[in-house]
């Protein structure tokens, strides 16, 4: 019978786990357009992005790799506070809200074998830092 210390360990090593891999793909998204992207073409791409910014080829297997940079930048709304006073003999509270923008890059990468066909995306803010505005079923 395994001690509760074990339990923890084990526990605490699974946690460990299912946050660095979740922390390196991107997240749910990112899975998602990955799998989605794989096996299509390059015609699909330049359809869905337009022509890309940057492309590199292998001069060694034929390997291209595309890339497209974009507007990642998105608004939040920030709670600011509230404040409270009476008003015809009701107690009335406001809620004070502000827009944020939070400006940001996106890049998609695309790899295509010499084929033209896609075996890998990779979205990420230009600075190899996992941007969730990048991707989502737009981007897919």
Known sequence: MRKPAEYCL??????????SGCGTTGGLDEIIARQMWRGK???QAIDSY???DRKFISKDT???TLQWFMDGSYNRNIYLGNST???NGVMVTTNNWDTSV??????????????????DFD????NN???HTCVNKSSY
């Open 10 to 19: 084990l526990v605490l090593a699974f946690v460990v786990t299912l946050i």
């Open 41 to 43: 073409t390059l015609a």
């Open 50 to 52: 337009g022509q890309p």
């Open 62 to 64: 034929g390997e291209k």
């Open 85 to 87: 006073e009476m008003q």
């Open 102 to 119: 939070r400006r940001g890059t996106c890049v998609i990468t695309l790899t295509f074998n010499k084929n033209d066909v896609v075996t």
């Open 123 to 126: 979205a990420n803010d230009g």
């Open 129 to 131: 830092q996992i941007t």
